[in-house]
């Protein structure tokens, strides 16, 4: 955990693509360049790209994935982590927790 905290701090973090390339180095087992790769192609950019704060903060607003400090309108909690796990294409633990919970209250008002 420790190493994989230091890369995304390293590139960045949630100012730039550094959560999204530590969770998968997390989800999926990646390594760091593999992740890197995996998260530029998910998200159309290029590589280079995935460390500049100002084209990823454009780029969390057009595709709502949050930001450090969001504004009136942009995604936050576990929103931002529904569209995290839909672009991305893995499944975030709580947000799996979310659906279930959700499925089984619409399950007991019918």
Do not use: W
Request: charged share 30%; aromatic share 4%; glycine share 10%.
């Amino acid at each position: 955990m420790a190493l994989a905290h230091a890369h995304a701090s390293g590139i960045g973090g949630m100012r730039a693509a550094g959560d999204l390339v530590a969770r998968m180095q997390m989800a999926r087992g990646m390594r760091i360049q593999e992740a890197k790769a995996y998260v530029a192609d998910k998200l159309k950019i290029g590589i280079s790209d995935l460390t500049d704060p100002v084209i990823m903060a454009e780029i969390r607003e057009d595709l709502r994935l949050g930001a450090i400090t969001p504004f009136p309108g942009c995604a936050k909690g576990i929103e931002a982590k529904f569209r995290i796990a839909e672009v991305l294409g893995i499944d975030i633990n709580c947000v799996e927790r979310f659906k279930k919970k959700t499925a089984s209250n619409e399950r007991v008002r019918v």
